[in-house]
Structure formats: structure tokens, C-alpha cells
């Protein structure tokens, strides 16, 4: 697993957020309402296709369910799958939960506004703590969540960039239709950064070995005695 590139994306994704904090995420979403450039097809579209394929619209749960359950599956040792695969699996399945569960959490207390909303209303004074869910981003969470951890253990550039580029794309997206402010995506991303890099500490710390050996000796246990 690629610690450079989580630390890398934590301290980004922290730069931003401080940054949109402290006067930027207002102007930023200003500009783009004033753009001409606000919820384009491409931006819009393309998102709602990236739900689709990865069943956000079915059920916000079933992307990270399925990698566990895969990567829970590809550690049985009958199946001869490569470990750096199975392990990827269950840590990205993991970090999205965790990520997810927090994002809520963090939404349920701040209670941000969305940009749509504070430009509806006209107060930029009562943005907080407004019954809003603005911050974090939820499509920031679930898209950094999942694909950050399987960017990570990714072996060739290309790769990482193709994972990476995905959830780039949903925060631009989000960005663009005036639902989030450039904190609320930052926010998310450098949660999902956070359990990425507490998950590698856990899979030094041989856990994933843990469960392959427990794996085994369920096989062991399974087999007929002579």
C-alpha cells in the first residue's frame, strides 16, 4: 500500500479545507452560479452515471458491502486469488464504511447549508448549524471512501490515476451544481485519506494474515478425516 499517496492527499485535502474555511468556499461558489457554468450536462450526467454504475441509487451501502463481502471471499485460499487483491477489497469496503459512518455524523452536527440553499435564502450569515447537510460532501465520502484505499495498493500509475480521477470528477461535479462548498468535499476526502492510512497500520499489523489464517483453519476443519 502507497503511504506516500495517502499522506499526500491528507495534507491536500487539509490544505483545502482550510483554506475554503477561512474565505474561499463562499467567493468560489459565487463564481461558479455566476459562471455560466453551474450544473452543466457533462458535470450532472456524468455523476448521475457514476451512481448508477457504482449503486449509489440502489443503495448507499452496497458498494462498500460488496468489496468486503469480495475481498472477505478472494482470502480463501481454494480460490488461489493474489492476497494484494483480496486485502484491497476488504480495506476499501472498510474505509467507506467508516468514512460514510462519520461523514453522517459530521452532517447531523454542522448542519451546513448548501450553496443553492444560501443563495434561496440571501443570509450568508446563517449557514451553520441550519438543518442543512452541506458538510461533509456524501458523494465526496463515497467515491475518496472506496477508491482511495484500491488506488493505494494499485500497482501501476495509470491505475491509480483512472481511481483517482473518479472521485475528482464527483467533487467537481458536486462542486458545479451548487451542493457543496470546496470544504465539504475537502472535508470527506480527508476523512476517507485518514482511515486509509489507520487501515495500513492494521494490515502491517498483520490482521488481514489473521483472517487468512482463520480462513485456513475453517478449510482445515471442513476436510473428511481418514
Known sequence: MRHR???VVALVAATLVAIGLAGVDYPLARWVQGS???NVGVFRHGLEALDTVFGLT???WLAGTLSVAFGVIALLPMLRIPRRLAVALLVAGIVQ???LQTM???KGYFGRLRPHQVFDSGDWNVIWHAGGGSFPSGHSAFYFGLLLPLAAFAGRCWQRALLLAIP???V???IDMSMHFLSDVSMSALIAATYALLATWLVRAPVASSIERSCKALQSAR???D
Open 97 to 99: 464504511f467508516a468514512t
Open 36 to 38: 455560466g457554468i453551474e
Open 223 to 225: 476436510r473428511p478425516r
Open 104 to 106: 453522517i455524523q459530521m
Open 5 to 7: 499517496l495517502l499522506i
Open 58 to 60: 440502489i443503495w448507499y
Open 172 to 174: 467537481i461535479a458536486r
Open 168 to 170: 475528482l470528477f464527483a
